[in-house]
């Protein structure tokens, strides 16, 4: 028996030198605005081919909407605040990021440590509140983002109107949920009124229907996180890990590297290819792709 596989990420985590965590937790600026501007930039880049019409631009909506929707993994990151050394850095791009999602930062970030408090566990982690699909049926609508839109929608706006009911939104962060999500909302009526008023649908064309397309790949990449996983208190085995091209991860900010953010979330999205080194042989559940993990979870649905 290889009890090296029986160690968890708290064991992990102690074995490690004051000098190791240092190393393995230290943010920097320089790592997060290079990528943030190369992944900001090809947004930019694919908006100006569609907006210029070029030959067969409309195969250019698919990259542009994958680039747009794995903004995700920025958010992600800035809420963490590991993307940057600099605060401000990390909520200025948390607030760009949510917004062209259409998750706010404020909100997330509330939902999301609650994820990592109570990970995989069936009756606190937030995101098993929407079951993962069972059904071939369910998987194509998981897949559509459609569920996800309309979630999003509605808690924006319950949250404008009404105020936060979640149970993991602190009494004392309520109020700024809900000046975020009037902020969101007001920006994205002030876009689609001017937008009208100048008879113009460049944003419908660079934004609105590339996420649309961009989000079932988002999905799929999101479902290999945790889904199938043994609900324990592991990290190292509650979430998985799924080794992938460079340019995956490199669009999703290094969160391949899933079991390593979930043992130790206070290591930048830029040293978790370092700390996986040290974890590697004690990771439980890993896989070889996303198009591996959707083919073996489609071939078990009911």
């Not at 680039?67 to 200025?92: D, K, M, P, Y």
Request: proline content about 6%; hydrophobic content about 50%.
């Amino acid at each position: 028996m290889d009890e090296s596989r029986d160690i968890d990420h708290k064991a992990i985590i102690a074995s490690l030198s004051a000098a190791e965590r240092a190393e393995l937790t230290g943010r920097r600026d320089a790592p997060g605005l290079f990528r943030f501007a190369a992944h900001f930039g090809c947004i930019l880049v694919g908006a100006a081919l569609i907006l210029a019409g070029i030959p067969f631009w409309w195969l250019v909506l698919v990259p542009q909407g994958i680039l747009i929707v794995f903004l995700f993994t920025t958010l992600h990151e800035a809420i963490h605040e590991t993307a940057f050394r600099s605060g401000r850095l990390n909520q200025a791009v948390a607030a760009i990021a949510g917004f062209l999602v259409l998750i706010p930062p404020s909100w997330f970030r509330y939902f999301h440590f609650a994820h990592h408090r109570h990970t995989h566990d069936p009756d606190n982690d937030p995101e098993l509140m929407s079951p993962k699909p069972e059904t071939a049926a369910q998987y194509l609508t998981y897949l559509s983002g459609i569920p996800l839109w309309i979630g999003m929608a509605r808690t924006m706006l319950r949250n404008a109107f009404f105020g936060s009911a979640e149970p993991y939104v602190s009494e004392k962060g309520r109020a700024k949920v809900k000046r975020e999500a009037r902020l969101f909302l007001l920006l994205y009526a002030v876009l689609a009124m001017g937008s009208v008023a100048a008879g113009s649908v460049a944003l419908l064309w660079v934004w609105v229907v590339p996420a649309l397309l961009g989000q079932p790949f988002l999905r799929a990449y999101l479902l290999a996180e945790h889904a199938r996983c043994p609900h324990v208190a592991n990290m190292l085995e509650n979430t998985r890990t799924t080794f992938t091209t460079a340019l995956v991860r490199f669009v999703a900010w290094n969160m391949p590297y899933h079991a390593e953010h979930h043992a130790y979330p206070a290591v930048p999205f830029h040293k978790l290819p370092r700390f996986h080194e040290v974890v590697r042989a004690h990771l439980r559940v890993t896989e070889r792709g996303y198009i591996s993990f959707n083919r073996k979870f489609w071939a078990e649905l009911d």
